[in-house]
């Protein structure tokens, strides 16, 4: 596997339900992105991980709970999300700092219908 | 008013055609923009990456920056079907990680 895969590519489920969400870059990167894509709608920030450490949670509801166990793998659990969450779920990734090209590298978003 | 502003489009263009794709933006603090290609159900996938105020070329694909205007383009020759998609602007200001994206515009490219 290269760059950076998401699972699952599509995703339903009911307002009552949990799941997650899973992303692995395989770049060596040392920090991780979740996205949400909606349409007509400029991609907004959910949560940036930076080595590891949540540096950015931009007033995100909390029935959005990211982890990120290493550099390498970043999840997000949902629960009793709502239909206004149905979007593309899109996981990113970058090298911050080093001198090196701070571009961010996307997966292939989990398409989610909030029922 | 938005950090970056894209028309949404559509845009459709006959083969072969010169398509030029434009960004403005407010934030002057902005150092490194991006151009992504996004096709329908994919990932953003970067296509070009620009520091500078001046022109990046690489092959059919041109990306030119001007600060002083605070506008970026994104200029493809020769335009093939396969050019079909949506293309998101980008910009990051280098002090932190918070990229800021346009809302992206579709084009379309008939054979």
């Known amino acids: 596997e290269t760059g950076v895969t998401q699972t699952p590519r599509h995703l339903v489920m009911g307002m009552t339900n949990k799941k997650s969400l899973k992303c692995e870059q395989h770049l060596g990167h040392n920090a991780m992105y979740w996205y949400k894509q909606s349409a007509k709608k400029p991609l907004e920030l959910m949560f940036v991980?930076?080595?590891?450490?949540?540096?950015e949670n931009n007033s995100v509801p909390s029935r959005f709970s990211p982890e990120c166990p290493n550099s390498s793998h970043l999840f997000l659990h949902l629960h009793t999300l709502q239909p206004e969450d149905s979007a593309l779920y899109l996981c990113?990734?970058?090298?911050?700092?080093?001198?090196?090209?701070?571009?961010?590298?996307f997966g292939p978003g989990t398409r989610l219908l909030v029922l | 008013q938005k950090e970056v502003e894209q028309d949404p489009g559509p845009l459709s263009v006959p083969e072969g055609a010169i398509v030029s794709l434009n960004c403005t933006y407010s934030?002057?603090?902005?150092?490194?923009f991006m151009w992504y290609r996004q096709y329908s159900r994919k990932g953003p996938e970067l296509l070009m990456y620009t520091y500078s105020s001046g022109n990046k070329e690489d092959g059919r694909f041109t990306a030119q920056v001007d600060k002083s205007s605070k506008y970026i383009s994104l200029f493809i020759r020769d335009s093939q079907p396969s050019d079909s998609a949506t293309y998101l602007c980008?910009?990051?200001?280098?002090?932190?990680?918070?990229?800021?994206f346009g809302t992206g515009t579709s084009l379309t490219v008939i054979p």
């Open positions: 990113a990734s970058s090298h911050i700092g080093g001198g090196l090209q701070e571009t961010q590298y």
């Open positions: 980008a910009m990051l200001v280098k002090t932190g990680n918070q990229f800021y």
């Open positions: 934030n002057s603090a902005f150092q490194y």
């Open positions: 991980y930076n080595f590891k450490e949540q540096t």
